[in-house]
């Protein structure tokens, strides 16, 4: 029983340290100009090791992705639900940008793996699962948040927040990509939340 307990933690690690070679090689080189073996040079294993963890990169790549949207997901239906009998989205979108990632190496790798996804359709299919699951952990923290603010008519109700909550998020995030100003993009996406989430009776600084 202990030998393989050690063998699961070793494999645990070996997959962790995967991932993070993967990441940034990906975020260096692009996701469609690296290999496997590139991935294995990194961090230091075979390709047997790659094999006992991955299939292929698009799998790594998803693994990758699964560990942010939950981030993503949890910082920001954390901020929209609170325990009190009302929500202040104001508040609540304040704590959402400035925990919220912002980080533009993995803004880079997500926007190359779209691209390809955009051209494998099989890719684009569990992509957009993935997507829906973020989505949906969002609407759910919003659906229980209790004495919640009454969102706008027109987002079509929870689902349709956060619908608007992620298609937010890729907008200025694609514009930090290019501009690479934190601190701009941070101020864009309150502005935008506060206005998606509000009557418009709520203004921000």
């Not at 075979?46 to 698009?58: I, P, Q």
């Not at 560990?67 to 920001?76: C, F, G, H, N």
Request: glycine share 6%.
């Amino acid at each position: 029983m202990e030998t393989a307990r050690r063998v699961t933690k070793r494999r645990v690690r070996t997959r962790a340290n995967l991932l993070d070679a993967a990441f940034a090689v990906f975020a260096a080189k692009g996701f469609g100009r690296v290999s496997i073996e590139e991935v294995c040079e990194a961090a230091g294993y075979s390709r047997g090791a790659f094999y006992s963890n991955f299939d292929s990169l698009d799998e790594l790549f998803f693994a990758l992705y699964r560990q942010r949207a939950d981030l993503i997901a949890e910082q920001v239906s954390g901020a929209l639900a609170l325990d009190g009998p009302d929500l202040d989205v104001p508040a609540a979108v304040d704590r959402v940008t400035e925990v919220l990632l912002l980080d533009r190496d993995w803004l880079l790798v997500k926007t190359d793996f779209l691209v390809h996804a955009a051209r494998e359709p099989a890719v684009a299919e569990t992509l957009l699962e993935h997507r829906a699951r973020l989505r949906e952990a969002i609407a759910e923290r919003l659906a229980r948040a209790r004495g919640h603010t009454e969102l706008p008519a027109v987002l079509g109700g929870r689902d349709g927040a956060a619908h608007a909550v992620v298609a937010a998020y890729d907008g200025v995030t694609t514009q930090l990509l290019l501009d690479r100003d934190v601190e701009r993009a941070r101020a864009w996406l309150k502005q935008l939340l506060t206005a998606l989430l509000t009557d418009g009776s709520h203004t921000t600084a």
